[in-house]
């Protein structure tokens, strides 16, 4: 069965560019293309997107407004997966599109869409509950000065910095042994590490883990 989509986003192009992407395959149902995030909104109501792609930034005020849409459509259609598109890598959006849980959530980067490919694979796994985020937003998390004279990340080896940051993407285990050429069951171990050392709860489900790392790093700069 097709995955049912909506778009928003005031860019008349983007708007060009997703409509050619998404309108002749076969595992999408274009069902709503819209200018803003509140004709997106009223267009779930009548026209029921399994999920939906948001520009971030959509007028009135050019600022949060698909993080803002997200959150509201948490509340009034949790079963709706919602995938922020954004030009800039900022980890505080990240953070608030995640607030209240991972599932069915992603945030990638425009300039790092590389082919419908990867954005088709992007919205399966959030219609399937999933989450993905752009490896430049973790990076910018992991790797952003802390106010701290020590951060709690400095415990980790640098192995387990590696394992944080593509569990924080939202790989698989079986994912990052074939990334970084480590068995499954060494990346098992590093996970059991790095979230013993961290003081987070180890979980098997990757979209809780994501949302466990992020809030975490959200978190060493504070």
């Avoid at 983007?14 to 909104?41: H, K, N, Y």
């Avoid at 029921?48 to 459509?73: F, K, N, S, Y």
């Avoid at 752009?134 to 952003?144: G, I, Q, S, T």
């Avoid at 171990?189 to 790392?213: E, M, Q, T, Y």
Wanted: aromatic share 2%.
């Amino acid at each position: 069965m097709a995955v049912r989509v909506g778009v928003a986003d005031d860019s008349f192009l983007i708007r060009e560019a997703l409509t050619r992407l998404l309108g002749d395959s076969d595992e999408i149902e274009l069902v709503a293309v819209c200018a803003d995030g509140e004709e997106l909104a009223a267009a779930v109501d009548t026209c029921h997107p399994d999920v939906v792609l948001v520009d971030i930034r959509m007028p009135p005020t050019m600022t949060d407004e698909g993080i803002r849409l997200a959150a509201q459509l948490r509340r009034t259609h949790p079963e709706v997966g919602v995938i922020a598109m954004s030009a800039h890598a900022d980890p505080t959006y990240a953070l608030a599109l995640l607030e209240g849980g991972s599932e069915g959530r992603a945030y990638l980067l425009k300039d790092r869409l590389h082919s419908r490919a990867q954005l088709l694979a992007t919205i399966e796994t959030v219609a399937r509950g999933g989450s993905i985020i752009d490896p430049k937003v973790v990076e910018a998390l992991v790797h952003r000065p802390s106010s701290q004279a020590r951060s709690p990340l400095d415990v980790l080896t640098p192995r387990e910095r590696e394992i944080l940051v593509e569990m924080a993407r939202g790989a698989s285990n079986a994912a990052i042994a074939e990334t970084l050429g480590l068995t499954k069951r060494a990346v098992e171990k590093h996970i059991n590490s790095v979230f013993a050392k961290l003081d987070l709860p180890l979980s098997g489900d990757i979209s809780r883990r994501v949302r466990a790392v992020l809030l975490f790093l959200g978190r060493t700069d504070a």
